[in-house]
């Protein structure tokens, strides 16, 4: 055994993205080849008596044109002034140019309407902020008599940090009534800057805009060198392998796509019963669609989760009552015989016709209702209903404990049934979705749950932000960085034998579709494909760390083969690895610029900036 030193490869091209948006339109972060600094953009009305209203309420009501940074949504004040924005962001190599506009659909009694940008205030403090031919003012620790640190007009201003080597350069297009403030209120804290966009009152018709261009100037010293260790004799779990949901549009080229290229390791499908109910001796396309890609998947060995969304209606307590959206929907006692036979006949059916079984069934995420509700105590009745139904059929379909949704205290939710030995008989393994992330102590519950029944535990939805669809908000390095860190951390703490990523579908798309079905793989194509085809299937997942939080690595073995994934958020680094036996290894590297770089022999390289760097042996 020795140890591996990982030297700096330099890449020649600045990463593409200057900064992170979320779905509406907001900017949420500046990105570098450095570290990332976390800004937050809002467009806040000013009301005459002070009240300060934010116009950005539900980030999915944006409307946003196509791929382009380009956002659109309505407003309403609280005296039914009404209003659209517009947001428009333009990235080059020097930063971003950010414009913000403001049509008024009515009279709008407001003191003003601003673009407000929140600075991280850990990084600024002791810092200063230098408007254009103005004194720098010091960006204190302690709060001066006044909250206002400046206020006047002007073009432009620069906050740096109390080193001087971390700038963020703000102007704007002509010299604009600009405040800035020291933060801190039950929010949160940051300084604050509030720059006007239009002055009231705005009459009908008005129409105002801003154009803000914001620099990042990250000259932060070098990280220190990474410490990572594995040890190849320390068997943590197994692991299947990772894959993907196949729930919706399974028929797409974006499913073909992925299912052609990336070697999937678990799935999960849709049962469709509104329209299995209706056409049962004729399924539609989208159903037929579906029992393929079942089929595809069992031909692979590929196991896999159906689960159910929605019922038809005369199924539920509220029938005809709410619409298809409404959440938490109760299933009538008074129907589970004719549910259990519409449930069954789909599964004989794809028996039948498709020569397929599911692994496991599900109702999805019913912990909150999308969008059958249960209980923890329905739960486990519904597991037993469904599981002796599926036993009487004699169909090897199982139950999935769980598919809750969220990770954060979730596991309470199944240890109802996990307390029942009559319930499980008929269970298969445990399943929770990550969305929205979790501590490792959230996370580890759901692994020790699995754990306690000797159960496999499965996570069926692995997702960061449930929102991010409305408006393609995944579609960027940044959220595939992201992606990748939560598989990574899912890994380290949850311990799961099989994950299933949502979606392999035109669902948080890993590839753009052109408009005659040409696909183009993304950079976050890339990143999962590490993980998907690195990683070797039913291989032991073995102890690995590291000593950095912005470096995370995790390890696996199978036989001879054996497979490290480091993952650095952040700035490049140095890495040294111990643990690793002496072996030629290949290496394969994914960074923004570039997507699944590969290269033989013995390498030393270092950890580019914000990549997926994987080492296997051949």
């Known amino acids: 055994m020795k140890s591996l030193l990982l030297l700096l490869v330099i890449l020649p ?15 949420t972060a500046l990105l570098s080849n450095a570290e990332d600094v976390d800004i937050a953009t809002n467009i806040v009305a000013v009301l005459p008596n002070g009240k300060r209203v934010r116009l950005q309420r539900r980030g999915e009501d944006a409307r946003r044109q196509g791929h382009d940074l380009t956002w659109s949504l309505d407003f309403e004040l609280p005296d039914e002034g009404h209003g659209t924005l517009n947001l428009k962001s333009e990235e080059d190599a020097t930063g971003l140019r950010y414009t913000t506009a403001i049509a008024a659909g ?4 407001v003191s003003a309407i601003e673009l407000v940008i929140d600075l991280p205030h850990d990084t600024f403090v002791t810092g200063r902020v230098t408007p254009d031919g103005v004194a720098a003012v010091p960006l204190a620790a302690i709060r001066p008599p006044s909250p206002v640190l400046f206020s006047g007009n002007t073009p432009a201003l620069d906050f740096a940090n109390a ?6 350069d703000v102007s704007f297009d002509k010299p604009t009534s600009a405040t800035v403030v020291d933060r801190w209120d039950s929010n949160g804290r940051s300084y604050q800057l509030r720059a006007v966009i239009v002055k009231g009152p705005v009459a009908s018709g008005a129409k105002g805009s ?11 010293p070098a990280p220190p060198p990474v410490h990572l260790t594995v040890d190849i004799t320390k068997t943590r779990f ?6 993907g949901d196949y729930c919706w549009d399974t028929r797409s080229p974006a499913a073909k796509y992925t299912f052609d290229n990336l070697n ?29 890609m079942m089929r595809r998947l069992q031909q692979r060995g590929v196991p896999f989760v159906i689960s159910v969304w929605w019922l038809p209606e005369r199924f539920y307590t509220d029938a005809y009552e709410k619409p298809k959206s409404a959440h938490f929907r109760i299933i009538s006692p008074d129907k589970w015989d004719e549910l259990l036979d519409l449930i069954g006949s789909y599964l004989l059916y794809a028996k039948r016709e498709y020569q397929v079984e599911p692994d496991l069934f599900s109702f999805n995420e019913s912990n909150i209702g999308i969008y059958v509700g249960l209980t923890p105590e329905t739960h486990l009745e519904a597991i037993k209903r469904i599981g002796a139904h599926f036993s009487k059929l004699e169909l090897k379909t199982k139950m999935l404990l769980g598919d809750a949704t969220g990770p954060k205290d979730t596991h309470k939710f199944v240890l109802e049934a996990a307390a029942d030995p009559d319930a ?22 759901w692994g020790d749950v699995a754990d306690w029944l000797h159960l496999p535990l499965l996570v069926t939805e692995v997702g960061v932000d449930a929102a ?7 579609d960027s390095y940044h959220y595939g960085l992201a992606e990748a860190r939560m598989i990574q951390e899912l890994l380290q703490y949850a311990r799961p034998q099989g994950m299933q990523f949502w979606q392999f579908t035109n669902d948080y798309a890993l590839v753009h579709t052109s408009q005659d079905g040409a696909i183009q793989p993304t950079q976050r194509f890339w990143l999962m494909k590490h993980f998907t085809d690195l990683t070797p299937r039913h291989s032991d997942a073995v102890f690995a760390a590291s000593d950095q939080p912005g470096v995370l690595v995790t390890a696996f073995r199978k036989g001879d083969a054996i497979t490290v994934h480091i993952l650095n958020t952040g700035a490049s680094r140095s890495a040294e690895i111990t643990g690793l036996p002496q072996a030629k290894w290949r290496v394969v590297q994914t960074t923004e610029a570039q997507g699944y770089q590969q290269s033989g022999g013995t390498l030393e390289l270092m950890l580019p900036p914000r990549s997926l760097v994987t080492m296997v042996t051949p």
């Open 264 to 292: 999937v390791g678990w799935a999960r499908t849709e049962m469709k019963l509104l329209q299995w109910d209706k056409h049962r001796d004729a399924p539609t396309p989208e159903v037929r669609g579906d029992l393929e």
């Open 106 to 109: 009515s009279a709008l009694e």
């Open 238 to 243: 197994s692991f299947d392998g990772l894959g």
């Open 13 to 27: 091209a600045l990463a593409n993205e200057q900064a992170a948006y979320d779905v509406g339109g907001r900017i």
């Open 163 to 168: 080193g001087g080597n971390l700038l963020i």
């Open 468 to 474: 991010a669809y409305h408006n393609r908000a995944y």
């Open 210 to 220: 801003l154009t803000t261009t914001l620099r990042l100037n990250n000259r932060l």
């Open 424 to 445: 499980l008989k008929y269970v298969g393994a445990v399943g929770f979705h990550s969305w929205g992330g979790g501590s490792p102590e959230q996370y580890a519950a």
